[in-house]
């Protein structure tokens, strides 16, 4: 006996199992975007980072900076030495201090999408 060619329909009951995220998985873009407290805080490390290196930062400018009034006030007739030392002597310095400041939050937050995005 030849089997008739007819299509059998299949009738699903059961909830949709694609939609629904594992037990025990979470999103932190998930997180971030509803401002739950997990959120807050992956946002709230990012910015303390950001600030930790700013602060490095401001940190070494003021004891770059800071004592030069000092230095200037000791040689009352070395003028030209000032202008030189302000326009040329912390020009490297500070140049090289922005661009490690970048590359610093540029990793931050490198880091911080990383952390996000890969779970």
């Known amino acids: 006996m030849p089997q008739d060619p007819v299509e059998r329909r299949v009738v699903v009951t059961g909830p949709p199992r694609r939609g629904r995220p594992a037990s025990g998985y979470y999103r932190p873009r998930t997180e971030i975007d509803e401002q739950t407290t997990l959120g807050h805080t992956y946002v709230r490390s990012l910015m303390r980072t950001q ?11 003021g004891l770059l900076i800071g004592p030069l009034p000092l230095l200037f006030a000791a040689m009352p007739d070395a003028h030209r030495l000032e202008w030189g030392v302000l326009g040329f002597g912390l ?14 939050a540029e990793r931050n937050e490198r880091d911080f999408v990383r952390l996000v995005e890969d779970r």
């Not at 600030?51 to 400018?61: C, P, Q, S, W």
């Not at 020009?91 to 610093?104: E, K, S, T």
Request: charged share 15%; aromatic share 20%; hydrophobic share 70%.
């Open 51 to 61: 600030l930790r290196a700013a602060l490095a930062v401001f940190a070494f400018l």
């Open 91 to 104: 020009y490297v310095p500070m140049v090289l201090l922005a661009r490690w400041y970048v590359r610093r």
